[in-house]
């Protein structure tokens, strides 16, 4: 009979992780152990206890779902970022050759600018406020 | 590794990640939110896994798991009590007595320290080898078996105590 107990080899034999001979010496020493044999048994049904334990409630299909949506949000983020590139390129572009038109006195010039810029602020101002909505309304996935 | 076969994997994976990190984070709420930033960077970054390193699994749960721990550190997290865990209640279906073990597993796991709760998820709940958690876990292979061992008898006497 084995004196020494295997320990953490038992672990190992219970994982499959051991080499062939420190399975055989794991076989051997509980064979004589009865103290080891107990330990090994006790180690299996822990394992099959955690193994089976609900640690997690959520289901693969919620994942799937997520995905799904982080997809959908970084599709979305590229197409606001390509809308709002574009709108500021044209914003631009236009306000460049409303400045270099000779054709237009500097009075028309301001109040075209006015209007449009005046728009495209409070444009921007609803967005801004909207989006800060979305993002803090506690109540917004309420449904009436 | 085409983009559909990983967003499969994640898939399957996403219940093992959220037990890991529910064990570090101690909150399950945090813990999904903690799994589904992990999967976004990797969604966002496909080429970042490099199969020839190893398979997905490990790679992606010592993503997580360092995500988690940089939450940890960035909301300068408070020592996790027992009671801070989950309670992940059974279906309806599942039977009293049932329950009653799977709360005590949780309640036993709680207990432990969290680099013990880790190892005991990686390899009994998700089954990862052993040189998959030495990955994971940034140790050398040859230290998983011991600490593992360390880790299931600990569990197992906070069983005894927790019934």
């Given at each position: 009979?084995?004196?020494?107990?295997?320990?953490?080899?038992?672990?190992?034999?219970?994982?499959?992780?051991?080499?062939?001979?420190?399975?055989q010496?794991?076989?051997?020493h509980?064979?004589?152990?009865?103290?080891?044999?107990?330990?090994?048994v006790?180690?299996?049904?822990?394992?099959?206890?955690?193994?089976?334990?609900?640690?997690?409630?959520?289901?693969?299909?919620?994942?799937?779902?997520?995905?799904?949506?982080?997809?959908?949000?970084?599709?979305?983020?590229?197409?606001?970022?390509?809308?709002?590139?574009?709108?500021?390129?044209?914003?631009?572009?236009?306000?460049?050759?409303?400045?270099?038109?000779?054709?237009?006195s500097?009075?028309?010039?301001?109040?075209?600018?006015?209007?449009?810029?005046?728009?495209?602020?409070?444009?921007?101002?609803?967005?801004?406020?909207?989006?800060?909505?979305?993002?803090?309304?506690?109540y917004?996935?309420?449904?009436? | 590794?085409?983009?559909?076969?990983?967003?499969?994997?994640?898939?399957?994976?996403?219940?093992?990640?959220?037990?890991?990190?529910?064990?570090?984070?101690?909150?399950?709420?945090?813990?999904?939110d903690?799994?589904?930033?992990?999967?976004?960077?990797?969604?966002?970054?496909?080429?970042?896994?490099?199969?020839?390193?190893?398979?997905?699994a490990?790679?992606?749960?010592?993503?997580?798991?360092?995500h988690?721990?940089?939450?940890?550190?960035?909301?300068?997290?408070?020592?996790?009590?027992?009671?801070?865990?989950?309670?992940?209640?059974?279906?309806?279906?599942?039977?009293?007595?049932?329950?009653?073990?799977?709360?005590?597993?949780?309640?036993?796991?709680?207990?432990?320290?969290?680099?013990r709760?880790?190892?005991?998820?990686?390899?009994?709940?998700?089954?990862?080898?052993?040189?998959?958690i030495?990955?994971?876990?940034?140790?050398?292979?040859?230290?998983?078996?011991?600490?593992?061992?360390?880790?299931?008898?600990?569990?197992?006497?906070?069983?005894?105590?927790?019934?």
């Amino acid at each position: 009979m084995a004196t020494e107990h295997v320990g953490e080899l038992l672990s190992g034999y219970l994982d499959g992780e051991l080499t062939q001979q420190q399975r055989q010496r794991v076989t051997l020493h509980c064979s004589g152990c009865e103290q080891c044999r107990d330990d090994l048994v006790e180690l299996r049904a822990l394992r099959e206890r955690v193994s089976g334990a609900p640690l997690s409630e959520l289901g693969e299909d919620q994942w799937r779902e997520n995905m799904n949506d982080t997809t959908v949000q970084l599709s979305r983020g590229i197409g606001w970022l390509l809308f709002i590139a574009g709108l500021l390129v044209a914003g631009f572009y236009a306000l460049y050759h409303l400045m270099i038109d000779s054709s237009m006195s500097f009075i028309e010039k301001f109040i075209i600018f006015g209007v449009y810029g005046g728009l495209a602020v409070l444009l921007f101002s609803v967005l801004r406020q909207r989006l800060i909505e979305r993002k803090t309304d506690k109540y917004k996935d309420v449904e009436i | 590794m085409k983009t559909q076969d990983m967003r499969e994997q994640l898939a399957q994976m996403g219940n093992g990640a959220h037990a890991l990190a529910t064990q570090i984070l101690g909150n399950s709420d945090d813990a999904a939110d903690a799994v589904q930033e992990a999967i976004a960077k990797v969604l966002g970054r496909p080429g970042g896994y490099d199969p020839k390193k190893g398979s997905l699994a490990p790679w992606f749960m010592r993503l997580v798991r360092n995500h988690c721990i940089d939450l940890l550190r960035r909301r300068r997290g408070e020592p996790l009590e027992a009671e801070s865990l989950p309670a992940t209640g059974p279906g309806p279906e599942a039977s009293a007595e049932a329950a009653q073990r799977d709360e005590a597993i949780r309640s036993a796991l709680a207990a432990l320290s969290p680099d013990r709760r880790e190892i005991i998820v990686l390899r009994d709940y998700m089954d990862l080898s052993y040189a998959e958690i030495a990955s994971v876990l940034d140790l050398a292979p040859g230290t998983v078996m011991s600490r593992l061992h360390r880790a299931r008898m600990d569990l197992k006497e906070t069983l005894i105590r927790y019934g």
